[in-house]
């Protein structure tokens, strides 16, 4: 399985900024797929998550301001920022569980398989 990252960059606080994560290498009806970030100095924080049949999950510091979805026939995840704050500065992992059903993709599940990254900098 492999996750591709695109999108990051530098921003000012207000700005935007859409990311995308191409995958491939599987075959699963049900699966998790979501964002992870990670800044220096913090451990990793779940950000999103959108499941096979649809259904999503944002962390509270995110909620309004990014939106997930998912491009299936194309395996592509995309995140939607947008409002970014300083505090969004982090590093953003794309990553992916194949599961039996999609009721169980939370912020929490462990994921299976994880992109390199992309960089998110948000100046104030």
């Known amino acids: 399985v492999q996750l591709l990252e695109s999108g990051g960059g530098a921003v000012q606080a207000g700005g935007s900024l859409r990311l995308s994560c191409a995958t491939s290498?599987?075959?699963?009806?049900?699966?998790?797929g979501g964002w992870v970030r990670q800044s220096p100095g913090k451990g990793r924080e779940g950000v999103a998550t959108i499941a096979s049949d649809g259904r999503a999950n944002y962390a509270n510091f995110v909620k309004g301001r990014f939106s997930i979805s998912q491009a299936n026939a194309e395996k592509t995840l995309y995140l939607q920022m947008n409002n970014l704050k300083p505090e969004d500065t982090a590093m953003y992992y794309c990553?992916?569980?194949?599961?039996?059903?999609?009721?169980?993709?939370?912020?929490?599940?462990?994921?299976?398989?994880w992109g390199k990254g992309t960089q998110v900098t948000v100046s104030s």
């Open positions: 990553a992916l569980a194949l599961m039996p059903h999609p009721k169980y993709c939370s912020l929490y599940y462990e994921m299976d398989h």
């Open positions: 290498g599987y075959r699963a009806d049900a699966y998790c």
